[in-house]
């Protein structure tokens, strides 16, 4: 910790810009205040108030540098990841800020966080006492090398980095670093249970013919927005991994629900031409896991279209696993019943599911704004036709998030 002058600086500007303050910066000159150091934290509890809210609760948390808690777990994600692993002993393979670390270090007796980078070696032996975190050992060293010297462990958490020498973001896994591909048959004779953290951008089926002995996949989002695909992998397995898509929500978290690919592929589901009161989309979570026939075979809807991921039924389904929206109004892609149905509108928010154009070139061929409290869904039915559908963005409370995916 900086020195009081500095704690003092941070407590009195923690609500203030961190970009005026840094034009500031001369008028701190030849004062006991470390500047960078300050912005530093104040940026960093910002940040960390929405992230990780308990953190907040104790002053005395040091905050690293930006790239670094913006690529760490958020709160949310980091608990999730504790109610999967247990046991006596913990090792961390890729520390960071540690909030992962400090979250599942409380399901085992002994921990051990690893990182390579100095810096955060020595913010995580500030914090982890403020913590609670007082047994945990905290190890200077490169994931690979220390993995060669360690003793076995009940668990080993990794999530590698997703950053290129460059600085661009990488999403493949033999592209991060560590490279796990070159690596999982070492972290397996190392223990019985590994926890991998990878790129929500990741192709989930390649990654399951990459990766050996996984047990369970998980697809986390949070406020429905994919964050996190994690593997679990259990020295031995040999059987179909099970999927868990899960929606983190500060409101009311929905259920979770597991599947496997199998069971998926071998669904058998009627689709439809006929857009009924409600239109229903699946969270995040189950549409990258590719739960795409399972809503329409575990819910009285039926899907428009394979490709298009939209369902509709009759009576309101409360209960199901997305955004529901009420249908106002649709028409066919007929360029004068689209005149006449959008007649007054020239703002909406649109959204594309499984449509030849893009959103840019909807909104270009429509002549309408963003804005307003219009929403549009435009998608393709079970017999091929192409269609516009108004909905009503109060029904569930939230608006279709623009898509240039068709």
């Not at 679990?232 to 899960?246: D, R």
């Not at 840019?360 to 869904?377: H, P, Q, S, Y």
Request: charged content about 25%; overall charge neutral.
């Amino acid at each position: 910790m900086r020195n009081e002058a500095t704690r003092k600086f941070v407590i009195d500007h923690r609500f203030d810009d961190v970009r005026k303050l840094a034009l500031q910066a001369t008028a701190f000159s030849g004062s006991d205040i470390d500047l960078p150091w300050a912005l530093t934290q104040i940026e960093g509890r910002r940040l960390a108030e929405k992230k990780i809210p308990s953190w907040l609760e104790s002053g005395e948390i040091v905050y690293p540098p930006h790239l670094a808690l913006e690529q760490c777990s958020s709160e949310a994600t980091a608990r999730y990841k504790a109610g999967l692993l247990s046991g006596i002993s913990f090792v961390d393979l890729t520390g960071g800020f540690g909030v992962d670390f400090a979250f599942i270090s409380g399901k085992f007796r002994e921990s051990h966080y690893v990182e390579k980078q100095k810096e955060l070696c020595e913010i995580a032996a500030m914090n982890f006492p403020v913590l609670g975190l007082t047994s945990a050992r905290i190890i200077h060293a490169d994931a690979t090398g220390y993995l060669k010297e360690m003793p076995p462990a009940d668990a080993i958490f990794i999530d590698p980095g997703r950053r290129s020498s460059a600085g661009k973001k990488v999403f493949r896994i033999e592209d991060a670093e560590p490279d796990l591909l070159k690596l999982q048959d070492s972290l397996l004779e190392k223990t019985g249970t590994v926890l991998i953290k990878l790129s929500p951008m990741l192709d989930i089926t390649l990654a399951l013919k990459q990766l050996k002995s996984i047990s369970e996949v998980h697809v986390v989002s949070l406020e429905n927005e994919c964050k996190e695909l994690l593997f679990l992998l259990k020295s031995g397995c040999a059987s179909e991994p099970l999927i868990t898509c899960v929606n983190l929500n500060n409101k009311n978290n929905q259920p979770a629900i597991s599947f496997l690919q199998s069971q998926e592929k071998a669904r058998h589901i009627d689709y439809t031409s006929e857009i009924e009161q409600y239109i229903y989309e699946p969270n995040a979570s189950l549409l990258k896991a590719g739960f795409h026939k399972g809503p329409a075979d575990l819910y009285p809807i039926r899907k428009f279209h394979p490709d298009s991921h939209l369902y509709t039924s009759g009576q309101l389904i409360s209960d199901f696993p997305g955004r529901i929206f009420r249908t106002e109004a649709h028409t066919s892609f007929n360029k004068k019943e689209l005149k006449n149905f959008l007649c007054g509108t020239d703002k909406a928010s649109l959204a594309i599911r499984n449509f030849p154009l893009s959103v840019a070139e909807l909104r270009k061929r429509l002549k309408i704004k963003e804005g307003g409290e219009t929403c549009i869904f435009a998608t393709t039915l079970a017999n091929g036709k192409h269609v516009v559908i108004k909905v009503n963005r109060h029904c569930e409370g939230d608006s279709p998030k623009q898509s240039g995916k068709s």
